[in-house]
């Protein structure tokens, strides 16, 4: 056969893989769309999910308002400090930059929103490719198609972190480290097949690694971008360092050249530390990749010219395993004594995604647990086909069959699975190696049911027919499909095809992100609370270190849970003082003893409205300012999430209580529980605190049905007489002065100031204090009677009524003006 005829063959006979590819693609498009009416509410509104891809539509709306630059300091955060652009910006620039060029330089909201929701599906879909073409240089094209058809219908969180709408950087990670393993294991290939030594280096060195050098290139390239990505990128570095130093030993233990290791490993670590020392900053991280980044450029050579004196000294191959592992925990115990912070960043490797204490109740970084039906809901039957497949390449490597390919397969599921089983998220990296490894399995068996043979007779079909009508009859014979060949592919199709599909668009049918409940009360606050005085798309300048960002005296914070941060900041345009880069939270880190930092946690575990209040003063710098002006509850945090928030103190003792039901033993909210902050405004509304008052109540929901128990066990435990019913979602309250109204009174007298509050929602409850007189009394009270004034909190939650202050058979009606209010002035009676 000519080679002009073997060309041909080899591209018809690619089309049906090429086929295949694309029609997986469309169908990773096809279902990660399925949401897309709940994402696309309103004309010039889109309802991104959950709480990061918020901020990259920041960061994005940012990129395009001051293009090219990048948002490298947030003042419109993490009150009254601002922070520090926590995430690395490739992943948001290229999506400006793609809208920029779509928009012609003047980008409508429209297209920016459109184009960002879709983001994530795009990429999801590329991540098809490089997953086929890695499986197909580790096996074949026939595992490489499988492989592929399985990631694109694969569900769990490589499809909720893909979804439409889900803009965040993780689906770009997937590709990223995929593409980087895919050349990666080219490189290997190739390196097999053109060996590379110092040797032939010294004689003709660009020839000798001509061949392998776009590999390697490349595949330093994809990590480059990759770290560029996400600022825990580390972690596939980690993943490559050990690989090849795992491949020396093997080459070692084999007799085989370690020089093609050196080489490759020094080009990819310095094409990757070129890309990362091209950027500012990568988050926070980029001291870390620089030093990860060169730890390997340096170690590489030294493991080969290790190997090479040991093998011209011809010692025992097990010493150079052992000697690798002393000169580790040699470089363990040295950095111990002469560099801390270099002992703490090497020991902290061995838990590098661990996480303690109040990060415990973050939902993604929680241990995986194998045995809960997460690990099916994540990877339908792949996950226990890929663990089968991984112990038969293990057993074929102890048998000397792994080729290098298969190695680097083994060492990187291995590492996912570490990482996986540390954070329940790094599932959707494992998606890929659960279905290259399930593809495998399933190609081996449809190879023992003649599947192989059947492929190996129509590839040599067309030369027997030229032999004569007897070869030729047989050639067709052979070709025939029989039972056996349609039963095993039924077999794969039925166990690790159509429960991928049918997980995958069972999972599909719902986006995140905040509620019609939090929106609302989010369009208020933009709306009705006074600007900050900061433009949200300015290039903020970030102070000195030491120092703190100058913000304008009409600057505040808004004080919630770390969950709702940024959509404080992107939809309701104010600046959060906690934000799901768990920035503002206070509280502990590991152990009880430390002091408990003034945050979002001890702010609303507070026990008095007094400690609350020491709370926001205490997260201000300046003792004449507060930290926090709103403050923003809803029924989650009232109830499921409070222990959460106690969770992060440390101190979570006593807020419940177990008590014995018609259903059995059951945990309730106690005492402790009832006296915080959050129980004081989110379950009584505020009633009674002198300097919180109600401003906005969103619509509630009949089915808070936590609410009305937390109410019911009040009531039934602790005597309490508070209507059992639903209130607002979302409440929004503000810290004001009070106006202090004095009287006198006989000494002894029980002194009552009372009235009506009427909310939005056109629900009223009762607001009233009462004080025990010395012949005098006083009151400190957050509403206004007389309504809102212009530039100040336009509130729609009042009383409809003058305060009465009752005592004996004495009554006064007492009107408060939203200046006494807000200025603290003194109301005499």
Known sequence: MTTDETAKRDLKESIPYAIGILISCIVTFYIRTIPKAQVFIAENFVRFSENDPWYHLRNT??????????????????????????????????????????????????????????????????VVIPTYFVTKWIFDRRVGLLAAILIALAPGQILSRSIIGFNDHHIAEVLFSTMTAAFLVMAVKVAREH?????????????????????????????????????????????IGLYITFQHVVDHMHNRSTDYLAVGGLIIFAITLLMVLMVPAVGNTKPMHVKGLLAGILAFPLLTLLSIEMQKRKMDRKIYPLTILAGFAAVILISKVVSPS???????????????????????????????????????????????????????????????????????????????????????????????????????????????????????????????????????????????????????????????????????????????????????MRDNTPDPGLDFYEMYEAPASGEVYPYPDTAYGVMSWWDYGHWIEVIGRRIPNANPFQQGIGGRTNSIEEENLPGASTFFTASSEEEATAVLEAIHPDPDKMGARYIVSDVEMATGKFYAMASWTLDTNNYYTAVQTDQGVVTVPYERYFNSMEAKLHIFDGNGLKQYRMVHESPGTN????????????????????????TGYVKIFEYVEGAMITGTAPVGEHVTISTMINTSQGRSFPYSQTTISNGTYSFTVPYSTEGPIPGQTRFDVAPTTPYLISYGSTTTEVRVKETDVLQGNTIKV
């Open 61 to 126: 709306e940012s990129i395009l308002a001051n293009y090219p630059h990048v948002l490298w300091y947030d003042a419109y955060t993490k009150y009254p400090f601002g922070t520090t652009q926590v995430f690395a910006p490739l992943f948001d620039w290229f999506l400006a930059s793609i809208i920029w060029i779509l928009g012609l330089g003047d980008p409508s909201q429209e297209l920016i929103y459109t184009v960002s929701a879709y983001y994530p599906v795009f990429i999801a879909a590329l």
């Open 195 to 239: 060996p590379i030594t110092f040797a032939n280096m010294k004689r003709a060195p660009f020839e000798t690694i001509r061949p392998v050098l776009p590999y390697f290139v490349l595949t330093g390239i994809s990590m480059g971008l990759y770290t560029l990505t996400w600022i825990g990128a580390l972690f596939f570095t980690l993943i």
């Open 342 to 524: 270099l002992y703490t960043m090497l020991i902290s490797v061995f838990g590098f995604f661990k996480r303690t204490g109040g990060a415990l109740t973050i939902g993604e970084v929680a241990p995986l647990n194998l045995f809960d039906g997460s690990f099916y809901y994540y990877f339908a039957v792949m996950g226990i086909v890929s663990i089968l497949a991984l112990a038969i390449l293990i057993y074929e490597a102890t048998k000397k069959k792994n080729t290098q390919e298969k190695t680097f397969l083994i060492v990187w599921t291995f590492m996912i699975l570490w990482a996986m089983l540390q954070q329940n998220r790094f599932s959707y990296y494992y998606a890929v190696n659960a279905a290259i490894l399930s593809a495998y399995l399933g190609v081996k068996f449809l190879d023992i049911a003649g599947w192989k043979d059947l492929r190996l007779s129509s590839l040599m079909a067309t030369e027997k027919t030229k032999k004569g009508s007897a070869s030729k009859a047989k050639d067709i014979r052979d070709h025939k499909l029989k039972p056996i060949h349609i039963i095993s592919l039924v077999i794969v199709i039925v166990v690790l095809i159509l429960p991928n599909y049918s997980l995958a668009t069972q999972q599909a049918r719902y986006a995140g992100g905040p509620n019609g409940y939090w929106l609302e009360a989010l369009s208020w």
């Open 703 to 726: 089915m808070q049905s936590q609410e009305i128990g937390y109410k019911n066990v009040y009531n039934v435990l602790l005597g309490g007489k508070i209507k059992q019913d639903n």
